[in-house]
């Protein structure tokens, strides 16, 4: 099979997995509900108002805004048709990155070990989930690898084509997720550090004007509409130096006088249970190296170092090699420096890492399958016929893997969402402390980040939480059950799976009170 049919085929594999996954996945990422919201937002003001009140970068919200009045024509008008419209485009950015990825590998290694680069990416479980929920991750990593994938064609050929795409897509990658935007200073640097002669420079120097002009055009017509270059970027900038003035641009509102006590806590999540990484590079840096090894599922990391030590890379791809190790060190640092910063970090994290290891563990396999076959003098035609019987075992657990049921545990808020449907009137506010419910009804409500506005609005009548929220042992869950105890009646409940088991749902008849004064946590 050529190497464009294998490409193809690997393709049409990934879109039946990616369909059948957003089937088996009915609800959205609870993250993915912000960009869902942005996205309603992007059909109903001016783009503008959307960009600057946003706090998320904003091209995937609006692709979802362009793609949902197609999926609407299928499935009618609904919460239904925006969580496909998410799916659908987290899904094509997951397509289109096979293909980005299958060119830079080729030009890293050759055929074969591009096509079986994109087989093990599309069947890694990890990817394939990201790759089709409600989040940014996928379209902003379908923009990272074509912008890796066009610049190390313009280190090696010199193409002004390939210099101003990578800074397109790098652009169009910043306004999915600012850290995209690295690749551009990659290359630059990568370019730089091979020159040798003033003609290499002569030659170099304006295609890498190019690439680095098209990128500040959208990273500043950006800027210019929302204020600053990234929102995102600006509050980790005001932890990282201990702002305390650095205000958010609307005051919170003030709690209701009784809620005020600073006993109550009224954080939107509830603390994880994970050690958090805050001034901890050495935990930091075993969080990624833990992510990136789940990523590749554990069993691609021996043959992505044999391939990393003994890689049979054409010379013409040492540019190439070099630009995947600045970006890979480069993001390393700064991934590291975000879980220092901030506390956290997360599998998404490290896709990218993820990603760009791929290649190399391919390389390795191919590595240990000549190396194999040579020791134990195993005929070319034998070794054929064994390696299609290693892919067909390769594809089917892959499959396996992959099909089944997404976040079964969200069945409960799913009920619960049909529950207010039917029973809720228009004009019945509700507080859904994950949001999940409230998506399921169609009306948008109030999630726990905007408790304080929730709790000022007189039409608030139903609030709708876990039962894991109120039987935690936490300042937060305390306060849930004081409030739910002055002002709330149980009126429903769901299990969180469908065949019954694990934590439930509990939905809250709310009577706001004429005053909060005497309660205690």
């Known amino acids: 099979m050529s190497s464009r ?32 919201r942005v996205a309603r937002q992007f059909q109903s003001q001016p783009w503008e108002d959307v960009v600057r009140g946003s706090d998320q970068h904003p091209l995937y919200s609006a692709l979802i805004a362009v793609g949902e009045p197609v999926v609407r024509i299928i499935v ?5 048709a925006w969580r496909i419209a998410a799916q659908g485009v987290s899904m094509l950015a997951s397509l289109a990155l096979l293909a980005s990825l299958h060119v830079l590998t080729r030009n890293l290694f050759d055929d074969r070990t591009a096509n079986l680069t994109v087989l093990l990416y599309a069947l ?91 990128v500040l055009v959208q990273v500043g017509s950006y800027a210019f509409v929302k204020g600053e270059i990234s929102e995102k970027l600006s509050r980790q900038w005001s932890t990282q130096v201990g702002l305390q003035n650095h205000a958010p641009r609307k ?71 070099r630009l995947i190790l600045i970006f890979c060190v480069a993001f390393t640092a700064i991934a590291i420096r975000h879980a220092v910063t901030l506390g956290y970090l997360s599998g998404r994290h490290a896709l990218c890492l993820v990603v760009l290891s791929v290649p190399w563990a391919s390389a390795g396999i191919w590595i240990w399958v000549d190396g194999f076959r040579s020791r134990w003098g195993i005929s070319a035609e034998r070794g054929r016929r064994s390696g299609y019987v290693g892919l067909v075992g390769l594809v089917l657990i892959g499959a396996t893997v992959q099909a089944k049921a997404g976040h079964p545990s969200r069945w409960g808020y799913w009920a619960a969402g049909v529950w207010l449907a039917e029973q809720a009137q228009p004009k019945d506010t509700v507080l859904d402390t994950r949001g999940w419910a409230s998506f399921v009804r169609g009306i948008p409500g109030y999630d726990y980040w905007h408790v304080r506005q929730a709790l000022s609005d007189r039409n608030l009548r139903y ?42 749902v509990e939905v809250y008849r709310f009577d706001p009170p004429e005053s909060w004064e005497g309660i205690t946590p």
């Open 124 to 214: 890694l479980p990890f990817p394939a989930e990201i790759g089709h929920e409600t989040l940014s991750d996928s379209l902003a990593l379908s923009f990272l690898v074509a912008g890796l994938c066009l610049g190390e064609i313009t280190l090696r050929t010199r193409s002004w084509r390939a210099a101003i795409g990578s800074g397109l897509v790098t652009g169009l990658g910043f306004l999915t997720r600012p850290e995209v935007a690295l690749v551009a200073p990659v290359v630059v640097i990568a370019a730089m550090i091979r020159w040798r002669a003033w003609s290499d420079e002569v030659a170099v120097f304006g295609r890498l004007v190019a690439l680095s002009l098209v």
């Open 76 to 80: 009618g008008k609904g919460p239904v």
């Open 251 to 321: 005051p919170p509102l003030l709690l209701p006088k009784g809620l005020d006590d600073p006993r109550f806590d009224f954080s939107p999540k509830e603390e994880s249970d994970q050690i958090s990484l805050k001034d901890e590079p050495l935990e930091s840096s075993k969080r990624l190296l833990f992510e990136w090894a789940n990523g590749l599922s554990l069993v691609l990391i021996p043959v992505a170092f044999l391939g990393l030590i003994r890689n049979r890379a054409r010379a013409e791809s040492v540019d190439g090699r």
């Open 463 to 504: 609030i709708v939480v876990g039962a894991d929220e109120l039987k935690a042992s936490s300042r937060r869950a305390a306060t849930l059950r004081a409030m739910l105890a002055h002002a709330g009646k149980p009126v429903a409940s769901f299990a969180s799976r469908r065949d019954g088991r694990g934590s439930g």
């Open 5 to 36: 049919r294998w490409l193809f085929a690997v393709i049409a594999l990934s879109a039946i997995l990616h369909v059948v996954g957003m089937i088996l996945t009915p609800l959205p990422a609870q993250d993915g509900l912000k960009f869902l």
